[in-house]
């Protein structure tokens, strides 16, 4: 038998023999788990893909093979069917399509990028989730990551390239961090804070406090958004800004389907308002910047840290600005409003995620509760 090495290196080396009856043959020698093996084929093409695959497996036999049915499966990829949903994404802006394209690149590169979807079981998927932990990231953005991708499988369903989701029954992984509390600002308080607050951002302040709209909302209202109903005076939030891919701003739509309401205002909210929109043309954002431009988060962030310094408090007991609309429905709650109104108020996509933020701060509730079960079972 005549052997003649042709390729080699540290994973694998293919060398050409001649069988006892004169067939040239190739074969791919390797090591898996210690122990040497090897594979002939009939020409030099097949042993140098068989090559190429084992190498790239690392020595693995089983990895290898189920890379070569995975190249043998018909359909798309994870990342082609990623790619093929986000591009049929019609409700979001070009800021968040921009996040999920990146998104794939940086989470969906590797093995689970490149498997056919045909080919993809839970234990993929737990594998992926295991890999993410690995590269450092949280359990919120695990879940929302994976949130994606089962989103782009249940789009394979609809197109009936596959018939079921291979996220389905997939427990994530647990968040065990300590949960950011939300801080309820005492009104005492509250009239200290804007007694150091910047003059120019006191009403934009109050107004957060009076509407307990989000940030991007209350900077975006224009003078036609406020009016009435019958004769009580209202803020109609019909837009937000938002951020494009290329990070520039933008108005669009508020962040739920229900985001888009008409939020009462008190007669003090009327009364502070009309001077200032007096001075305001239709076309103007009423709450500006002292420069004139629009509100971003970080100018007030910085103003918002200022006034707290002046009253002294330590910067680990401050609370942030979107506590103001935690205060609110604090507020709201405590004087009377049931929750489907608070949640219909704040723009809650449902009442449910309005009653897990905000029924412990319902007084009284456990009291009244007793009292039912009392007079129901007594």
Same mark, same amino acid.
């Given at each position: %038998?005549?052997?003649?090495?042709?390729?080699?290196?540290?994973?694998?080396?293919?060398?050409? @023999?001649?069988?006892?009856?004169?067939?040239?043959?190739?074969?791919?020698?390797?090591?898996?788990?210690?122990?040497?093996?090897?594979?002939?084929?009939?020409?030099?093409?097949?042993?140098?893909?068989?090559?190429?695959?084992?190498?790239?497996?690392?020595?693995?036999?089983?990895?290898?093979?189920?890379?070569?049915?995975?190249?043998?499966?018909?359909?798309?990829?994870?990342?082609?069917?990623? #790619?093929?949903?986000?591009?049929?994404?019609?409700?979001?802006?070009?800021?968040?399509?921009?996040?999920?394209?990146?998104?794939?690149?940086?989470?969906?590169?590797?093995?689970?990028?490149?498997?056919?979807?045909? +080919?993809?079981?839970?234990?993929?998927?737990?594998?992926?989730?295991?890999? %993410?932990?690995?590269?450092?990231?949280?359990?919120?953005? #695990?879940?929302?990551?994976?949130?994606?991708?089962?989103?782009?499988?249940?789009?394979?369903?609809?197109?009936?390239? #596959?018939?079921?989701?291979?996220?389905?029954?997939?427990?994530?992984?647990?968040?065990?961090?300590?949960?950011?509390?939300?801080?309820?600002?005492?009104?005492?308080?509250?009239?200290?804070?804007?007694?150091?607050?910047?003059?120019?951002?006191?009403?934009?302040?109050?107004?957060?406090?009076?509407?307990?709209? +989000?940030?991007?909302?209350?900077?975006?209202?224009?003078?036609?958004?406020?009016?009435? #109903?019958?004769?009580?005076?209202?803020?109609?939030?019909?837009?937000?800004?938002?951020?494009?891919?290329?990070?520039? $701003? $933008?108005?669009?739509?508020?962040?739920?389907?229900?985001?888009?309401?008409?939020?009462?205002?008190?007669?003090?909210?009327?009364?502070?308002?009309?001077?200032?929109?007096?001075?305001?043309?239709?076309?103007?954002?009423?709450?500006?910047?002292?420069?004139?431009?629009?509100?971003?988060?970080?100018?007030?962030?910085?103003?918002?840290?200022?006034?707290?310094?002046?009253?002294?408090?330590?910067?680990?007991?401050?609370? +942030?600005?979107?506590?103001?609309?935690?205060?609110?429905?604090?507020?709201?709650?405590?004087?009377? %409003?049931? %929750? @489907?109104?608070?949640?219909?108020?704040?723009?809650?996509?449902?009442?449910?995620?309005?009653?897990?933020?905000?029924?412990?701060?319902?007084?009284?509730?456990?009291?009244?509760?007793?009292?039912?079960?009392?007079?129901?079972?007594?």
């Amino acid at each position: %038998m005549v052997m003649t090495m042709l390729h080699t290196n540290p994973m694998a080396s293919l060398d050409q @023999y001649q069988t006892p009856s004169k067939a040239t043959r190739y074969r791919v020698r390797w090591i898996t788990n210690g122990t040497r093996e090897s594979q002939s084929f009939d020409t030099e093409k097949d042993a140098l893909r068989w090559k190429a695959v084992i190498e790239a497996a690392q020595g693995d036999t089983d990895r290898a093979l189920e890379s070569i049915e995975n190249q043998l499966e018909q359909g798309p990829t994870v990342t082609e069917l990623l #790619i093929r949903h986000i591009d049929q994404l019609t409700d979001v802006g070009d800021y968040q399509l921009g996040r999920y394209r990146k998104a794939v690149e940086q989470h969906f590169a590797g093995d689970l990028g490149a498997t056919k979807i045909r +080919r993809v079981t839970s234990e993929h998927i737990v594998d992926w989730q295991r890999y %993410m932990a690995e590269k450092g990231l949280q359990a919120k953005s #695990i879940a929302n990551h994976r949130g994606l991708l089962s989103a782009a499988f249940s789009t394979g369903i609809r197109l009936r390239i #596959i018939d079921h989701n291979p996220c389905a029954g997939v427990r994530l992984p647990k968040d065990n961090r300590p949960t950011e509390q939300m801080q309820i600002i005492p009104l005492d308080q509250w009239n200290d804070l804007m007694g150091v607050m910047n003059a120019h951002y006191v009403p934009f302040s109050w107004m957060l406090l009076y509407s307990g709209a +989000r940030f991007g909302e209350l900077t975006a209202v224009q003078k036609p958004d406020f009016g009435f #109903i019958g004769a009580t005076s209202v803020l109609r939030i019909t837009k937000a800004w938002k951020e494009d891919d290329k990070y520039k $701003y $933008y108005l669009g739509a508020p962040k739920t389907r229900k985001g888009k309401r008409s939020v009462s205002l008190s007669r003090q909210a009327d009364k502070m308002m009309r001077p200032i929109l007096a001075n305001r043309t239709d076309e103007e954002l009423v709450f500006k910047t002292v420069y004139g431009r629009q509100i971003r988060s970080s100018a007030y962030h910085k103003v918002w840290g200022q006034a707290w310094t002046a009253l002294g408090a330590p910067k680990e007991r401050r609370p +942030r600005p979107h506590d103001i609309r935690h205060t609110h429905a604090s507020m709201m709650l405590a004087n009377g %409003m049931d %929750m @489907y109104e608070l949640s219909r108020r704040l723009g809650h996509e449902s009442v449910k995620t309005t009653v897990d933020r905000y029924s412990h701060l319902v007084e009284g509730a456990h009291a009244r509760g007793a009292s039912i079960a009392d007079s129901a079972f007594g």
